[in-house]
């Protein structure tokens, strides 16, 4: 770790990707990164030998670096070049996937550019192309923008731990081992008494055994039973403790409305670039299809957060949208933060003309439960 980030909270965009699309500016802001990382690599005759989505790190703020300094085994001198360009094509595979998955269009020029090979030339020259066909994503306020994001995507996961399951790494990058503890060392027998004092140990036993046995006979005869003498007792067999009740599942979004009412046909809510995360900003598409032939009117709605463990509700107010009757549909482009629980969903209710509501749109719905 660089020494400007020791100590910041990261994840691997691997761990991100699984969860979120990025975008046209986060893409750009990985392939910089990692195309930068390499140059630096490159120019000291050095490999990264281990390029993958793991090795490039996020961090709460939002910066990418390319994690790894190098350190591995050295190529031989025929093969470094071949290895270098290697490691050039797969981070431009990286900036091609990461763009082919976004949901937001990304520029003409980035796509052109993308769609064939790198530039040859090195990591460098494919850095300087990638600035030079994102264009405004490159620039310092596209960078502050993608950084922005990035930093929205990456709270969820570092304050909640959402996401797949993965390995905790000790202090020397193995994966760390629970193995079972290790059986205790058995005791060792103290010492016995020095041999004089085992001789008066064993008269005192061998006199407090006659006068147990004297006391026995004497309430024998008297008439009192002797106490049992079986064998030893028998334990009892134990009881196993019962085992904890299944989590309830996480329960489904109550309906509130109807799918359509009145002149509204259908209301749709969808997420504009990537699945929406806990606590974190969620670009959305609201639209409200009207039946034909319906005239002039005005469409109001609102957005609802819900808590489906809780059942807590929070509306967020939309502005109104004046339809012609040539229109089909009333459309809003939105910006709503989710809850903050381990269940948030978001829906979006018609309250005039008539009352319809969407299909839920569920908030990191892997969770098994409340």
Same mark, same amino acid.
């Given at each position: 770790?660089?020494?400007? *980030? ?8 691997? *761990? ?32 990264? =030998? ?26 031989? +001198?025929?093969?470094?070049? =071949? ?5 050039? /094509?797969?981070?431009?595979?990286? %900036? ?24 040859? /030339? ?31 995507? %990456? ?37 016995? +008494? ?56 996480? +329960? ?21 670039? =990537? ?44 502005? +109104?949208? *004046? ?39 569920? %908030? ?7």
């Amino acid at each position: 770790m660089s020494p400007e *980030r020791e100590g910041r909270p990261e994840v691997s965009l691997g *761990r991100l990707c699984a969860v979120a699309h990025l975008g046209p500016g986060p893409s750009v802001a990985a392939g910089r990164a990692v195309l930068a990382g390499l140059e630096v690599l490159h120019r000291r005759g050095l490999v990264h =030998g281990g390029l993958d989505a793991g090795a490039v790190r996020i961090g709460d703020d939002g910066t990418v670096r390319l994690a790894g300094d190098g350190s591995g085994p050295e190529p031989a +001198p025929e093969l470094l070049a =071949g290895r270098q360009r290697a490691e050039v /094509g797969a981070a431009w595979e990286m %900036v091609r996937t990461l763009l082919a998955a976004s949901l937001v269009t990304p520029p003409a020029a980035l796509r052109g550019l993308l769609d064939g090979p790198p530039p040859p /030339g090195g990591a460098g020259t494919a850095l300087a192309a990638l600035e030079a066909a994102a264009g405004e994503l490159a620039q310092p306020t596209g960078e502050r923008r993608a950084a922005a994001r990035l930093a929205e995507l %990456v709270e969820p996961l570092r304050r909640y731990g959402h996401g797949p399951a993965r390995p905790t790494f000790g202090a020397a990058g193995a994966s760390t081992v629970i193995s079972a503890p290790a059986a205790p060392p058995r005791p060792v027998p103290p010492q016995g +008494p020095p041999a004089h004092r085992r001789r008066r140990l064993v008269l005192a036993a061998v006199g407090a055994a006659a006068l147990g046995a004297a006391i026995w006979i004497g309430r024998g005869s008297a008439g009192t039973a002797p106490p049992s003498t079986g064998g030893p007792p028998v334990a009892a067999a134990a009881t196993p403790l019962p085992s904890a009740p299944p989590a309830p599942p996480i +329960p489904a979004v109550p309906a509130v409305a109807p799918a359509s009412a009145g002149v509204i046909a259908a209301v749709h809510l969808e997420p504009a670039a =990537g699945p929406c995360l806990p606590a974190a900003v969620c670009a959305l598409q609201l639209r409200v299809d009207l039946l034909p032939r319906t005239a002039t009117t005005t469409v109001r709605a609102l957005i609802e957060v819900l808590d489906r463990c809780t059942g807590a509700r929070t509306e967020v107010a939309v502005a +109104p949208m *004046r339809v012609a009757p040539a229109a089909a549909s009333a459309r809003w482009s939105l910006r709503v933060r989710a809850g903050a629980g381990p269940a948030p969903a978001l829906l979006a209710l018609a309250t005039v003309p008539a009352r319809a509501a969407s299909a839920p749109v569920l %908030v990191a719905p892997f969770l098994p439960s409340c």
